[in-house]
């Protein structure tokens, strides 16, 4: 998942000189997925759906991992940046291309997407939360930019992958959220503790979660919220801000409003 086509190049052939027979089939497709010239061409003509029948379904565990690596590469590279909106446009034009992927598929995406939260996907809210606020030292915490690119990529694949994810991958997908959101909200409620500009960025990250649970929300209307996962939300997000809402919501409609209107 290197961002340097170079080295992805270089990556590629190392992984092809092993010969596998379920990969070296795809040796172009491949390359040309690496190749800045041509990834975008090869994009349009080898589908990877499993209807398209591009892929032999017994090669596919083998060739998607690769796939995922190479795009998930060019999606974050910096190349694509170069004009105004070109990482953007990417960023789209990838992420539609890997919707063509079945559930299992997509996981392997989101945990190397979200690789510093995956290990959330498999526990339930509550033991996020408590593992979460147990963890933190505000001495050694993420990063604010790394939290705020976490919960942008989070919208990013909800709105491009959150309509092919059945209930039980939304509920892991949704997990990487309350960790992102419980380590914002810990940290905030050491908040004398923490540099004033620091709690100002931390703050603007809750109206971030806060407008991203909203979309979520209306997006899966029908998924099935339990109890522990509420709980989770209301304690990070919601409890923190209700008592401050007479006074910030006065005149113009908060995030927190929004969500409370969603639910009504």
Not at 37 to 53: G, L, R, W
Not at 61 to 84: C, F, Q
Request: net charge positive; hydrophobic share 40%.
């Amino acid at each position: 998942k290197n961002k340097n086509p170079g080295l992805q190049k270089y990556a590629l052939d190392c992984v092809l000189n092993y010969k596998n027979k379920n990969v070296v089939a795809y040796k172009t497709n491949l390359h040309n997925l690496v190749d800045e010239k041509k990834f975008k061409d090869e994009m349009t003509q080898f589908e990877i759906t499993e209807d398209a029948n591009n892929i032999h379904p017994e090669d596919r565990e083998h060739v998607l991992p690769l796939i995922l690596r190479i795009l998930y590469g060019k999606m974050t590279s910096k190349l694509a940046a170069d004009k105004k909106g070109g990482g953007q446009a990417r960023r789209s034009l990838v992420m539609r291309y890997l919707a063509g992927c079945n559930e299992n598929e997509l996981q392997i995406f989101i945990e190397m997407a979200f690789s510093q939260f995956k290990q959330y996907m498999v526990l339930a809210p509550k033991e996020i939360h408590n593992c979460v606020l147990s963890a933190i030292d505000l001495k050694s915490i993420t990063a604010p930019g790394k939290l705020h690119s976490a919960l942008n990529s989070f919208d990013v694949v909800r709105e491009y992958f959150g309509g092919y994810m059945k209930d039980q991958l939304l509920s892991r997908f949704f997990n990487i959220f309350y960790g992102i959101c419980t380590t914002i909200g810990g940290v905030l409620a050491q908040g004398d503790k923490v540099h004033i500009g620091y709690v100002k960025i931390l703050k603007n990250l809750i109206v971030i979660a806060l407008t991203t649970l909203r979309k979520l929300f209306e997006q899966f209307d029908k998924y099935p919220w339990t109890q522990d996962e509420l709980h989770v939300i209301f304690e990070t997000l919601l409890w923190p801000l209700i008592s401050k809402l007479h006074i910030e919501g006065v005149h113009n409609p908060t995030p927190l409003i929004k969500l409370l209107n969603t639910w009504c």
